[in-house]
């Protein structure tokens, strides 16, 4: 068999484990791992006709290739946001320009299908978020055979409790929040610390819980600025340091307003967040007169290499894909439900968005997280 693997989307710790682990299956099993380079943008990008488009799209994959990725994070694939479904006019590739005919965006699946053929992949192995895995979903419909793995740093695809990158960005949260205590402290300030999540406040939520910040804002609930207002000022005084922090995820909006958006539509109709923790804090100073510290953690908190937990599921999922595609299972994502490892349709993915469980796990009054059971709950709470 040949088996294709790529990397979508925003890169997390984990993503080298995970290729190294597949590769080293389906090796030993005596079969081929191709990687694509780029995600979905190799398929998209490739010209068949031209022998030397796949050199620069498609690298062999074996032992010997993936030795030392797992000592270092990011994907050493690299990735992209492409939608091959979803092309707009300025990334149609050269040799698919005589068929940008419009303004688009245009559909180049047939393309892509044909490109799958060419390559004889029998199973792809696609691990992404839930814009990745919806073209999986794609190619699966079309009658490709696809094994998914879910990654993302929110812990927001449908269907699993888990995704590799998560455990690694809280861990980074609470790190960089404790070591920010210090400056805030010696100043004796407010500080906002704005975190990634999108449509899910899961990695504000969980890293204020561990973190133990005095208010966490989450994308699920708008909030009122002259209330948390009150709340920090009552938290800084009540404070021996005379200090006070906050978590606020990056598509959380105020009140009555939307969330702060930058640059136009990506691949998959989204388009940059950040900012909502700046303007937030002018806010706050303007109605408490309270000197601020903002910082925005981003990237640094799907840098560097997984933590132990994440090592563990990166390489877990990665097993049991290269076991299903080599048991020619198809239109499968590995998941962990219940603490167990297992797989689920990847329709699943398409059922919604994941999103904080609001009554059991945010008190919405007090900006906080509020734990209120425990028992039956997966480890991460939701």
Same mark, same amino acid.
């Given at each position: ?5 790529? !990397?979508?989307?925003?890169?997390v ?6 290729i190294?682990?597949?590769v080293?299956?389906?090796?030993h099993?005596?079969h @081929?791992?191709?990687?694509l ?11 068949p ?16 290739? =993936? ?30 320009? *005589? ?9 180049? !699946? ?5 490109? $799958? ?8 192995i ?5 814009d990745?895995?919806? /073209? ?23 269907? &699993? ?5 998560f455990? !690694?960005?809280?861990? #980074? ?16 300030r407010?500080? =906002? $610390? @704005? ?6 406040? @899961? &990695?504000?939520?969980? !890293?204020?819980?561990?973190?133990g910040v ?13 209330? +948390? ?18 978590t606020?995820?990056?598509?959380a909006?105020?009140?009555g307003? @939307? ?6 539509e990506?691949?998959?109709? *989204?388009r ?5 923790g700046?303007?937030t ?31 563990? =599921?990166? &390489?877990? /999922? ?6 299903l595609? +080599?048991?020619g ?6 998941a ?7 797989? $689920? ?6 059922e ?10 945010y008190?919405?009054? *007090?900006? #906080? ?14």
């Open positions: 068999m040949r088996i294709g693997i790529l !990397t979508g989307g925003g890169d710790p984990g993503l080298n484990p995970c190294k682990a597949v080293n299956r389906v090796a099993e005596g @081929e791992v191709i990687g380079r780029r995600g979905w943008a190799a398929l998209l990008e490739h010209d006709d031209d022998p030397a488009s796949a050199a620069k799209r498609f690298l062999r994959l074996d032992p010997a290739a =993936v030795r030392t990725i797992d000592r270092s994070g990011g994907t050493f694939l690299h990735t992209s946001r492409t939608n091959p479904s979803r092309v707009r006019p300025k990334e149609v590739p050269a040799h698919l320009a *005589h068929r940008a005919q419009g303004d688009g965006p245009f559909d180049f !699946t047939d393309h892509v299908l044909r490109v $799958v053929e060419s390559l004889g992949i029998d199973v792809l696609p691990i992404g978020g839930d990745t895995l919806s /073209y999986a979903l794609r190619m699966h419909d079309e009658g490709v055979p696809v094994v998914a793995i879910p990654k993302t740093m929110d812990n927001d695809v449908h269907g &699993t409790d888990y995704c590799i990158g455990s !690694t960005a809280i861990t #980074r949260g609470v790190h960089f929040i404790n070591n920010l205590r210090t400056s805030t402290g010696s100043h004796e407010i500080a =906002v $610390v @704005e975190l990634f999540g999108r449509y899910s406040g @899961e &990695t504000s939520l969980v !890293t204020a819980y561990l973190a005095d208010r966490a804002i989450i994308s699920e609930v708008p909030f009122d600025v002259d209330r +948390l207002g009150e709340l920090l000022v009552a938290d800084k005084r009540a404070n021996p340091s005379n200090y006070a922090m906050l606020v995820s990056e598509g909006t105020i009140a307003g @939307e969330m702060i958006l930058s640059g136009e990506d691949a998959y109709g *989204h940059k967040l950040g900012g909502i700046e303007q804090a002018a806010l706050l100073n303007e109605r408490t007169g309270e000197e601020m510290i903002v910082q925005e953690l981003g990237y640094l908190m799907r840098s560097g290499s997984p933590d132990s937990l994440d090592l563990m =599921v990166a &390489t877990n /999922y990665a097993v049991m894909a290269a076991d595609a +080599l048991e299972a198809s239109g499968r994502m590995v962990l439900r219940s603490g167990t490892y297992t797989a $689920v349709p990847i329709s699943a993915t398409r919604g968005v994941k999103r904080v469980d609001v009554d059991e796990l008190d919405v009054e *007090h900006y #906080r997280p509020k734990v209120r059971h425990v028992a039956g709950k997966p480890m991460f709470l939701y």
